[in-house]
């Protein structure tokens, strides 16, 4: 699986319209190997990628705030959502600032 960030995925090229019916018309396929889920198996389906997900409340500079509040409205992301995004991309990729520099 590849992983990308939102950089990446605004860099891909749009759809062309051949590409775009392809997709319209597309439907599943259903193989002896591969049967469709009962009601009753999606019930007990967990992905391996649920998360466990912890309300916290923190304060944050108004400018920071109005940042991520433009970019939420540019995107049409929700601001939780959006915010998410951005800690994610910086944990998955171990990134951090120069925190000697910056202490509060």
């Known amino acids: 699986m590849t992983v990308m960030s939102l950089d990446d995925l605004n860099q891909l090229p749009l759809l062309t319209d051949d590409e775009m019916a392809i997709v319209a018309n597309a439907r599943p396929i259903i193989t002896d190997d591969c049967p469709e889920m009962t009601d009753d198996m999606l019930k007990e389906f967990h992905p391996w990628y649920d998360r466990i997900k912890q309300s916290v409340t923190i304060d944050l500079d108004i400018t920071i705030l109005n940042y991520f509040r433009r970019l939420s409205v540019e ?20 990134k951090s600032h120069s925190l000697q520099e910056n202490r509060v």
């Open 75 to 94: 995107t049409g992301l929700s601001l939780q959502n959006l915010m998410e995004l951005f800690l994610t991309e910086c944990a998955r990729g171990q």
